[in-house]
């Protein structure tokens, strides 16, 4: 009955609203096709002919829209408002002309009128839309004015709608493939597959996160691609419940337990919407945007508000992640040390538990990599109780300063439905083990002091990464003479003991360092190593930094970069973070580096002559880390009045990381240096006004 009368609603009310404006009809592949040639970058996907085009559609709603989970609640309202709602739709044309490229997702924000039907529309349901394109970064959404119901493919009128609700399978490699910068985004198939319904058959889960009261993410890998999920969805995260989430969505309760993703080595079948995101924790995508996995059901739909709803299971609904099959777990892991001396070799030892009794182990492998070593190495270990299942290693020795990670690799055949599966489960660094405490699958060959900077900040395999020092909270003796090119006078301290790669480092401004200024040279002899968003960081303890001579120039400290030495590589400039770098004979390519959607302040430089396929460096007036606590001398909004277009002889900057993307940190305006008789930006356009005081003496 309800849904009766929210149809005679929707039919009544808003077909006494249709707007005066006019609108084309279009079909959802018109929103998400390109004319030829436009479209060379994930910088230009928001720059669609059609944006902002008054249009309508048709389409079926594909993910049950109380799923939605990307808003945050709004303030301290009673009951719980949240900020927006995530509807994903396919095209009804679809079921006629293909399904290439006739996916959208809609954002609907709370103010608008239409956003209370969308909380009661089903799946299956079929809506005629009016509204207009709109990007989010570089994530296109649909903006509604007006919608109007036109049935559901529960109907037999509508049956010919049904087979949409469906994933279609694809190849991951068709989505996201593997370049030698990492993984990116298959550009030329954006427009057939964005916000497309998939399903990706036996696929590899590689890395995961396990957070029961966050946010989980995994990664899965199918030959060549491979694909991050994503949390659109209510069901697939841990931060959302009954005391913090609007009432009525489909949050996860008790009975349902925490959301956990699947063990590394778990073979899947995964199904969502492709989305374009830059989320990338591990470190292992190119510079392009990646398309991420919006799983979006798990078969369970709770119904009603908080206070009185039922639990359903209800037959058909969709399941987007299965399990075919389990890895080998791991039990009773143990390291003889973590930071042994030289002449110590570190024994490990494990025990191996199949997922089934009946699965044999085909292999238990050590995978490592040590900072001395170009490729990692892959050893057998020993069988030290085959009925136990106990198996042990021993590493060679190492040289001091020597950074070693591992895995540990368990093989294993399983049987899906008649089909042999190898399937292979891993233990990494910081894994948790039976008792859900972080295990330590890395050490650090130490035995006298650290007398160089590239000993902390260098990782195993030279991946963008924590110091190996990072993870102890030891206070390491040192020997480091350094010079500060980055002073408290520029609002943060740097300093730098060469201009080669890892030379450089960020150090806590506290009642310690805080008369640091540029071209100090100093003496460091014990420091705590942190870090974060894979920026390092020395805290330094009372008595351990020595000031030797202060007005020293620092122009040969700073090595010269391109911006492709940091956007192009596979580790994203990862030698040079912490570095004041300095750019050569480039221009600045947009003053907006996250528009349209957002302004956090960055904007971006490009080699001169660099105008296709752009290796464009981030540039942002402060640094987003913590717990340096940097001020800054450059305004906020400074790149609002950046001129597009303008030539600089160089441009100066401290290479940090954060939210996915290197960026320099000017120290202060002067670190822009633009070419003979050009400038840097547009004038100051908001000027603040200010009355004289009485008795003031003015000239006008």
């Not at 109007?148 to 049904?162: I, P």
């Not at 989505?175 to 030329?188: F, M, S």
Request: overall charge negative.
């Amino acid at each position: 009955m309800l849904r009766k009368i929210l149809c005679v609603l929707l039919l009544v009310g808003f077909g006494a609203t249709l707007s005066a404006e006019a609108q084309q009809r279009v079909t959802l592949r018109d929103l998400n096709t390109y004319p030829e040639g436009t479209l060379n970058s994930v910088n230009d996907i928001p720059n669609h002919p059609l944006v902002g085009e008054f249009v309508e559609f048709t389409a079926v709603i594909i993910g049950y829209p109380r799923n939605s989970g990307l808003a945050n609640p709004i303030g301290d309202s009673d009951p719980i408002q949240i900020g927006r709602i995530h509807v994903f739709v396919v095209d009804t044309t679809a079921a006629s002309e293909g399904r290439e490229g006739m996916y959208m997702q809609i954002v609907q924000g709370s103010g608008q009128d239409t956003f209370e039907i969308f909380e009661g529309l089903e799946r299956g349901d079929i809506i005629d839309v009016t509204g207009s394109l709109t990007f989010f970064g570089n994530t296109g959404q649909m903006t509604v004015d007006e919608i109007d119901f036109v049935g559901s493919t529960e109907s037999e009128d509508f049956a010919r709608y049904r087979p949409l609700l469906e994933p279609i399978t694809v190849d991951m490699q068709e989505v996201n493939r593997l370049t030698e910068a990492g993984y990116e985004i298959v550009l030329e198939n954006y427009s057939n597959f964005v916000n497309r319904y998939v399903r990706f058959n036996q696929a590899t889960v590689v890395n995961n996160s396990i957070n029961d009261t966050g946010r989980p993410w995994f990664y899965i890998r199918q030959g060549e691609g491979n694909i991050y999920s994503t949390d659109t969805s209510l069901r697939f995260r841990n931060d959302r419940s009954v005391n913090n989430y609007r009432d009525g969505y489909n949050v996860r309760r008790d009975e349902d337990g925490p959301y956990r993703p699947p063990a590394p080595g778990a073979v899947v079948e995964a199904s969502g919407f492709l989305v374009v995101n830059g989320f990338d924790p591990d470190n292992i995508d190119g510079p392009e945007t990646t398309f991420n996995l919006a799983m979006w059901d798990d078969g369970v739909v709770w119904r009603g508000s908080f206070g009185d709803a039922s639990r359903e299971t209800p037959e058909g609904w969709p399941n987007d992640l299965q399990i075919l099959g389990f890895p080998p777990s791991f039990a009773d892991y143990s390291i003889s040390s973590t930071l042994p001396s030289p002449t110590d070799q570190v024994e490990i030892n494990v025990r191996v538990v199949p997922a089934d009794e009946g699965d044999d182990l085909t292999s238990v492998n050590v995978v490592y990599s040590a900072s001395n070593a170009e490729e990692p190495v892959t050893a057998p270990m020993e069988v030290v109780n085959e009925a136990n299942m106990e198996y042990r290693f021993t590493f060679p020795a190492f040289p001091e300063f020597t950074s070693v990670t591992f895995r540990i690799e368990a093989n294993t055949t399983v049987d899906v439905d008649g089909t042999p599966l190898d399937i292979t489960g891993s233990l990494r660094d910081g894994d948790p083990d039976e008792f859900d405490e972080p295990v330590d699958l890395r050490f650090f060959v130490l035995d006298g002091d650290i007398d160089n900077i590239a000993v902390i900040n260098r990782t195993a395999g030279d991946v963008r990464d924590a110091s190996p020092l990072a993870a102890f909270d030891d206070e390491f003796n040192m020997d480091i003479e350094a010079t500060v090119v980055s002073g408290v006078e520029d609002g943060f301290i740097v300093i730098h003991d060469s201009n080669n790669p890892w030379s450089g480092i960020f150090i806590v401004n506290n009642e310690v360092t805080d008369n640091l200024s540029r071209g100090d040279r100093v003496r460091i002899t014990s420091a705590v190593v942190g870090a974060s968003f894979s920026n390092n960081f020395l805290t330094i303890p009372s008595g351990s930094i020595e000031v030797l001579s202060s007005g020293n120039d620092v122009e040969d400290l700073i090595p010269v970069v391109t911006p492709s030495d940091i956007v192009r590589t596979a580790n994203r400039g990862a030698e040079y973070n912490g570095m004041l770098v300095r750019v050569n004979d480039v221009y600045a390519f947009t003053s907006q580096a996250d528009a349209p959607a957002s302004d956090f302040g960055e904007w971006a430089i490009a080699a001169q002559g660099d105008t296709e396929d752009v290796a464009a460096l981030r540039i942002r007036g402060n640094l987003a880390v913590n717990p340096i606590n940097p001020t800054t001398n450059i305004p906020a909004g400074f790149n609002a009045h950046v001129k597009e277009g303008n030539e600089f002889d160089a441009v100066y900057g401290v290479l940090s990381f954060s939210f996915s993307n290197p960026k320099l940190a000017l120290r202060s305006i002067d670190d822009i240096v633009p070419v003979e008789g050009g400038d840097i930006t547009f004038p100051v356009r908001n000027i603040n006004l200010f009355e004289p005081g009485p008795g003031a003496l003015i000239v006008v």
